[in-house]
């Protein structure tokens, strides 16, 4: 009796471990925008990923985020982007160096996503300028296996068909003439997939924004996944921007069940990982509320059930209910109230486990 009683409890050591590998989400990720008047939400996500709800996350930039700096890859992998050319003439190489530079140091770099918004809601980036620029950064981290995103753009033809077809002009370019160091210096793209053989810049996911209600989400997917047949989308922002509460939960829930069950989507990551006063998509997205508390759609998130606690706990949206008492920034002393499904079943096996050794 006594060796059973002893493997049980070996049994129970080692299951959080099991629930969390077995379970880990690959999909589910962080658009991380943190706020230097709360760094204590930081760790909200931190213990979401050791828990295996999420998976990834980016930061808009190159470097991992300090909060997570000794959070290992394989834990909470960080994906960083290139949000624009560094140069005006996109010559430069910054980028491709200073992620080698993160690899040399210990960092298992996988992933990189390449120009927010190119095509004039972001980085605003010519064509001609982004293709040399992917040369010099994207091609040199593909050739050490580093798997590289399309530049994120608001439809797959207007921007992208040019771009890639200066990359075709440029690297044609450069075979030709191998130690000319830019080339594409043409000021018309050539057609693109004119010729089969051409060399190209070659993309090995296609991150994608949406906002909008779910016809607007689908649409989205469906339109980049059409375009390029067989590779995965990433949804790195989405949500049903400025609505009210019931219409951004119900949202919520629906495109959820979507991007975890639609094959096409590799990984997306909810818009909405901050105190609701910052928001700028709307308040009801928020996952935290004004003092750091877990609204419904952060605890669900987390894998959470629903906290009930609103997003801006006043009868006038967009007005802070902070208050001396308790001020807005505050420790967040709510942030546990949801407690994740998987930490409930542990508890609920060890509470099980204890009244068996006491049986015994």
């Given at each position: 009796m006594r060796s059973f009683t002893v493997l049980v409890a070996q049994a129970l050591l080692w299951l959080p471990t099991c629930l969390a590998d077995s379970a880990r989400n690959p999909?589910?990720?962080l658009a991380y925008t943190p706020n230097e008047n709360w760094p204590e939400d930081d760790t909200l996500w931190s213990d979401a990923a050791e828990k295996g709800v999420l998976s990834w996350y980016y930061n808009f930039g190159w470097e991992a985020s300090k909060a997570y700096e000794s959070v290992p890859q394989s834990t909470f992998e960080f994906v960083p982007m290139m949000w624009g050319a560094a140069t005006h003439n996109g010559t430069d190489s910054y980028f491709a160096g200073n992620i080698s530079e993160v690899i040399e140091k210990g960092r298992d770099i996988k992933h990189v996503m390449m120009f927010?918004?190119?095509?004039?809601?972001?980085?605003?980036?010519?064509?001609?300028?982004?293709a040399r620029s992917w040369i010099n950064n994207a091609v040199p981290l593909q050739q050490?296996?580093?798997?590289?995103?399309?530049?994120?753009?608001?439809?797959?033809?207007?921007?992208?068909?040019?771009?890639?077809?200066?990359?075709?002009?440029?690297?044609?370019?450069?075979?030709?003439?191998?130690?000319?160091?830019?080339?594409?210096?043409?000021?018309?793209?050539?057609?693109?997939?004119?010729?089969?053989?051409?060399?190209?810049?070659?993309?090995d996911f296609i991150?994608?924004?949406?906002?909008?209600?779910?016809?607007?989400?689908?649409?989205?997917?469906?339109?980049?996944?059409?375009?390029?047949?067989?590779?995965?989308i990433w949804l790195i922002e989405y949500g049903f921007n400025d609505q009210d509460l019931?219409?951004?939960?119900?949202?919520?829930?629906?495109?959820?069940?979507y991007v975890e069950e639609t094959e096409v989507v590799e990984r997306y990551a909810w818009f909405g990982a901050s105190r609701s006063i910052v928001l700028n998509v709307g308040p009801n997205a928020a996952m935290l509320n004004p003092y750091g508390d877990?609204?419904?759609?952060?605890?669900?998130?987390?894998?959470?059930?629903?906290?009930?606690?609103?997003?801006?706990?006043?009868?006038?949206?967009?007005?802070?209910a902070c208050t001396p008492e308790k001020p807005c920034g505050g420790s967040g002393s709510k942030n546990n109230a949801a407690?994740?499904?998987?930490?409930?079943?542990?508890?609920?096996?060890?509470?099980?486990?204890?009244?068996f050794f006491l049986f015994l």
């Open positions: 999909k589910r990720g927010s918004h190119p095509d004039g809601t972001g980085s605003e980036i010519k064509p001609k300028i982004a050490r296996g580093i798997k590289v995103g399309l530049p994120i753009v608001g439809d797959p033809y207007n921007w992208v068909t040019p771009f890639l077809a200066n990359c075709s002009d440029i690297l044609a370019d450069k075979e030709k003439k191998p130690n000319k160091r830019d080339g594409g210096d043409r000021d018309e793209p050539a057609a693109a997939g004119a010729d089969v053989k051409t060399p190209t810049c070659k993309f991150p994608i924004t949406s906002y909008g209600n779910m016809s607007t989400l689908k649409d989205r997917v469906n339109l980049f996944a059409n375009a390029f047949p067989g590779v995965p019931p219409t951004t939960q119900r949202f919520f829930n629906e495109s959820l069940k877990l609204t419904d759609i952060g605890s669900w998130y987390l894998g959470g059930n629903a906290t009930g606690i609103e997003p801006i706990p006043t009868d006038k949206p967009g007005e802070s407690s994740l499904r998987r930490d409930g079943l542990v508890i609920s096996l060890l509470g099980v486990a204890a009244g």
